[in-house]
T-cell receptor, first 115, second 114 residues
Framework: KNQVEQSPQSLIILEGKNCTLQCNYTVSPFSNLRWYKQDTGRGPVSLTIMTFSENTKSNGRYTATLDADTKQSSLHITASQLSDSASYICVVSADRFRGGYALNFGKGTSLLVTP | KAGVTQTPRYLIKTRGQQVTLSCSPISGHRSVSWYQQTPGQGLQFLFEYFSETQRNKGNFPGRFSGRQFSNSRSEMNVSTLELGDSALYLC?????????????FGQGTRLTVV
């Protein structure tokens, strides 16, 4: 069964500190992996998308890594800001036989950045 | 340019009723996909429409249906509502394949079934 597990479930950090969120998956065949940020009461916003051949991708203070061999991804947030408080969702896409795709969602990591 | 627009933003319905939600994609985007988000299950994929055809479907009962119009706008219908259908329903639009290109989400419709 295709699964996406995120850890930790929730995290509290001080403003200015760094943090790393984890995403482990068992999805196969792998197509791509995305990280989304979802503010409370809003729709998710894409941070990064990575394919099999990409190891690292950055978007400002957000850096995602992908290890396709161990099926692990991480999202590193540098110099956190209060506005980083949100839920971060890992989504892994799998190709389906005869085309098409399947989207597999993690349950998210809730991040709270405090002053 | 305008983002993805979902209407209504909030909705309260009674068990057994039916509901229709609307999604207007970003201009030029032909793919619209729908998702259900609950605290317990997180985000779950409902279905995706491309050029008025359902191209992909998640594991939801037949009470959940959708359609897409020629202008790419999409509607989602839930019949015979159950308490468990209370959730945030999100739609996302993308140019072609939502799994291969960036998908842009709307703000969602918060459905409460009482």
């Amino acid at each position: 069964k295709n699964q996406v597990e995120q850890s930790p479930q929730s995290l509290i950090i001080l403003e200015g500190k760094n943090c790393t969120l984890q995403c482990n998956y068992t999805v196969s065949p792998f197509s791509n992996l995305r990280w989304y940020k979802q503010d409370t009461g809003r729709g998710p916003v894409s941070l990064t998308i990575m394919t099999f051949s990409e190891n690292t991708k950055s978007n400002g203070r957000y850096t995602a890594t992908l290890d396709a061999d161990t099926k692990q991804s991480s999202l590193h947030i540098t110099a956190s800001q209060l506005s980083d408080s949100a839920s971060y969702i890992c989504v892994v896409s799998a190709d389906r036989f005869r085309g098409g795709y399947a989207l597999n969602f993690g349950k998210g990591t809730s991040l709270l950045v405090t002053p | 340019k305008a983002g993805v627009t979902q209407t209504p933003r909030y909705l309260i319905k009674t068990r057994g009723q039916q509901v229709t939600l609307s999604c207007s994609p970003i201009s030029g985007h032909r793919s619209v996909s729908w998702y259900q988000q609950t605290p317990g299950q997180g985000l779950q994929f409902l279905f995706e429409y491309f050029s008025e055809t359902q191209r992909n479907k998640g594991n939801f009962p037949g009470r959940f249906s959708g359609r897409q119009f020629s202008n790419s706008r999409s509607e989602m219908n839930v019949s015979t509502l159950e308490l468990g259908d209370s959730a945030l329903y999100l739609c996302a639009s993308s140019r072609s394949r939502p799994e291969g290109t960036e998908a842009f989400f709307g703000q969602g419709t918060r459905l409460t079934v009482v």
